[in-house]
């Protein structure tokens, strides 16, 4: 059990890492296409990825199931207002504002939400690694992102973000936890999601017509949003969702580091420092799960 919930740990961070690839993946593509409308063919993609995936390793009756339970288009109208709520903040408040509201208020609404829900206390350890992880993700922001007229909107719309995320991280915990497969689950609310979405991909998809277009959406969709949340799926199996919300954390890292070394973006000291302390505060989640102390 130890070793399993150590393991989980790692794919987790795994998976996060391959979140970070997201914003690096769309300036090289430079397709041209709405933000909303490259979210709403990711999520269309990964979506069909994973109901593949549950198919092929168990039948159409278990996501049949998971469709006729009201937790699960709950958790499909999380996943659909994460992605929306996501890119109204980086369209008001850029891209550093969306990211750091999301991305900070993630893990504390998790274990909140979770705790509210009869969930057991992530543990002292989950509390301060988050508290230094997060106090790293602050320090990659920018003061100078967004302009102050919608600064305030955006980060409105990223707390909103952050909730949704929060909210479908909790109702997927809770559907494994009702032995429900983690795959399964994923697959069934990830399609509703992608239905409530589909029609911002209807108003722009002419991106999707050009070879990089569709090589933007097979990569955000079979790796970032198949492959990873497949790797999400396996920690919410084995890890409470505050400490997989902690673990995640690990997608600013990459982010910011493939702006460095693939995009040429500048990196002060200070971001530096915050890339530093979020992989102590991810290194402490990892190693305390690996020594089975879940609760302390």
Known sequence: MTARRGRAAIVVIGSGLLFGTTGTATVLADTGASSTSIAAARLLVGAIGLVVIAVSQREWAHLIALWRRPLTWLMGCGVAGYMAFFFVAVAQGGVAIAALVSISLSPFLTGTFARLLGSSWPGRVWLASTVLAISGVLLLGSPE??????????????????????????????????????????AASFSVGA??????????????????????????????????????????????????????????????????????????????????????????????????????
């Open 145 to 186: 992102a967004g302009s102050s007229d919608h600064r305030l909107l955006g980060a409105l719309a990223a707390a909103a973000a952050s909730a949704a995320y929060a909210l479908y991280t909790v109702l997927g915990s809770r559907l494994v936890a009702a032995s429900h497969h983690a795959t399964d689950t994923l």
């Open 195 to 296: 239905l409530l979405l589909f029609p911002l991909l209807l108003a722009d998809s002419s991106w999707l017509a050009h070879p990089r277009g569709i090589a933007l959406a097979l990569w955000l969709g079979i790796m970032t949003t198949t492959l990873s949340y497949t790797m999400f799926g396996y920690g919410l199996t084995h890890l409470p969702p505050g400490i997989v919300a902690t673990l995640v954390l690990s997608e600013p890292v990459v982010a910011t580091l493939l702006g460095v070394f693939v995009l040429d973006e500048p990196m002060s000291g200070r971001g530096w420092l915050g890339c530093a302390m979020i992989a102590i505060g991810l290194a402490l989640v990892a190693r305390n799960e690996s020594r089975g102390n879940a609760h302390v």
